[in-house]
């Protein structure tokens, strides 16, 4: 199949990777990338948010290069596999003809052009779409054994890059439903499920955590049309910028004329009208979009081959789109571009460096920072944690050991909110943050609380508390609260209480060990109140995330 490429193809090919690479190298990490490189620090098959492939990716990265570059290295190479794959999906007998067309309009879809190099979920996402789409097309034209093993891998393949990998497969699998009745197709799922498999276990070992974060904990808020369902149309326009009108235009226009056809546009449609009633519930994110972007790259150039106007147009546009996309990449380097407007990728070194130079190799704990910490780390090389409170959410380091390295030491406490301290630093942006030393830091932020019976009639109500920990942790250092939260599970009030232990004698919650306590009468506030939930302070930190909200109705 690469054979009968032209020259011509791989030129434009090794230019974008030249580009991306040297883009990575010169560019920060933003956030996102450098929580998901604390992943890699420790490979398991899976973490809090996502499944593994992107601590994968960078891990492999890592040995090729460092710093930057060895968390961006294998998106740099998907990248340009990503638009290799969608050329070879497209049987056009013209596309040789308009190469540099092709590029244009690639370049210009602008969140598929980020990750041609950022290290994100979606990095591999997009590949691995554009490769079983590829695949499929494949095996729709000839169901041979070896076809078959290699679409079951890549289902494999994109359920551990991202959860919402499984609109694809579903969607794909709906615009021919005939294939139920093939042998091979069965075959292929029963692979991909057994290649899956180690992350199911994982899993099932961690309570599916991640499972029920996406679809139950995940901060949320009353509707907003402006923010919900008007971004989200938003969001249709922001990933193809200038060409978004002449795009939907040929979506529109395109009938399905093979099973090939027919699964872009189920997939299209599908990830679309998925996304639009999710936005009556939530608000919806650009990245859960771009997986439009690989169907509508091999729809609306197979339309612009057979269509002058059209492809006059695009390429117009799309040239205005990179231009200004490119634009954009150099302001990520270079922060005055953007004028007073600061990004992610502006100014990490220097407040880490800020930090470092007072601490030096004393560990920092970042209050409510799953950013800041791995951020840190990344730049400092010391050890970084972040502690999360009830007004937060739990993430990677909630489940991992890490708050084990850092108990009993002496660390600098990040504040989140507070405007005093004995030591801060100031971000680029101007934000100035505050921290303090602690001699013994004692985090015990796994102990879980489950509230067995709540009747605010009643004068008692019974809560369980586990300690998961090889450590015996006095009693006298635990204080409780009631958080009540809305129906978004935001906290509304935290109200502290007084516990009993029914045994008298119980001093210590024992390690892995459950101790039963009673709780006074808990009038309910006089809010729009839908769960309550049981935290701990311990050791004088701020109350934690212990245990589930439990709905007032259950």
């Not at 809560?463 to 129906?487: E, G, H, Q």
Request: with cysteine; proline share 5%; aromatic share 18%.
């Amino acid at each position: 199949m690469v054979s009968g490429i032209p020259k011509k193809f791989f030129y434009f090919l090794a230019a974008l990777l030249a580009i991306n690479i040297i883009q990575s190298n010169f560019t920060e990490l933003i956030f996102d990338e450098a929580y998901y490189w604390y992943y890699s620090q420790n490979m398991a098959w899976g973490y809090f948010d996502h499944p593994p492939m992107v601590a994968l990716l960078i891990k492999l990265s890592s040995f090729f290069f460092e710093g930057e570059l060895g968390v961006r290295f294998m998106s740099c190479l998907l990248g340009v596999g990503t638009l290799l794959v969608l050329w070879l999906s497209i049987d056009h007998p013209k596309k040789n003809a308009a190469i540099p067309q092709f590029f244009v309009l690639v370049f210009s879809m602008t969140l598929m052009n980020a990750y041609g190099f950022l290290t994100l979920p979606d990095t591999p996402l997009l590949f691995f779409t554009a490769l079983f789409l590829l695949v499929y097309k494949k095996f729709i034209a000839s169901a041979t054994l070896p076809i078959t093993l290699l679409l079951g891998v890549v289902m494999a393949a994109l359920m551990y890059s991202k959860y919402h990998a499984v609109l694809v497969i579903v969607f794909v699998l709906l615009s021919n439903i005939k294939i139920i009745k093939n042998k091979y197709a069965w075959l292929a799922v029963g692979i991909a499920l057994l290649c899956y498999s180690p992350h199911l276990y994982w899993l099932f070992e961690h309570d599916f955590v991640s499972i029920k974060y996406h679809i139950y904990e995940r901060p949320n808020g009353a509707y907003n049309f402006s923010k919900y369902t008007l971004g989200f149309f938003v969001n249709l326009i922001a990933v193809f910028g200038f060409t978004f009108p002449l795009v939907y235009y040929i979506l529109a226009k395109t009938k399905a004329k093979n099973l090939f056809t027919k699964a872009l546009l189920f997939l299209t449609y599908g990830v679309l009208i998925f996304f639009f009633v999710s936005s009556f519930n939530r608000r919806i994110q650009t990245q859960w979009v771009i997986l439009i972007c690989i169907p509508l790259a091999i729809i609306v150039f197979d339309y612009m081959l057979s269509n002058k106007n059209s492809m006059k147009w695009i390429f117009r546009l799309g040239l205005l789109n990179s231009i200004i996309i490119l634009y954009l990449r150099f302001g990520l380097v270079y922060q005055p571009l953007l004028f007073n407007k600061f990004y992610e990728t502006h100014g990490n070194k220097n407040w880490v460096q800020q930090i470092k130079n007072k601490v030096g190799s004393t560990p920092v704990v970042f209050e409510n920072s799953y950013r800041n910490a791995p951020m840190y780390a990344f730049y400092s090389g010391e050890t970084s944690f972040s502690l999360n409170n009830v007004y937060y959410r739990k993430n990677q380091y909630s489940i991992d050991q890490s708050e084990d390295r850092i108990r009993h030491k002496k660390v600098l406490f990040v504040h989140k909110l507070r405007k005093e301290g004995t030591f801060h630093y100031t971000k680029t942006d101007g934000g100035v943050y505050y921290a303090d030393f602690i001699d013994d830091f004692k985090p015990y932020r796994k102990l879980e609380t489950e509230l067995l019976t709540f009747d605010e009639n009643k004068s008692l109500s019974q809560l369980v508390v586990y300690n998961p920990y090889t450590d015996s942790i006095p009693m006298r250092n635990l204080n409780f609260a009631v958080a009540y939260l809305d129906r978004y599970k935001k906290v509304k009030q935290l109200t502290p209480i007084s516990v009993v232990t029914l045994n008298k004698k119980t001093s210590f919650l024992r390690p892995k060990d459950t101790t039963l306590l009673q709780l006074p009468k808990l009038p309910l506030p006089n809010l729009n109140i839908a769960y309550v939930r049981i935290v701990i302070s311990e050791n004088k930190l701020y109350f934690g995330l212990n245990g589930k909200p439990k709905p007032l109705n259950k």
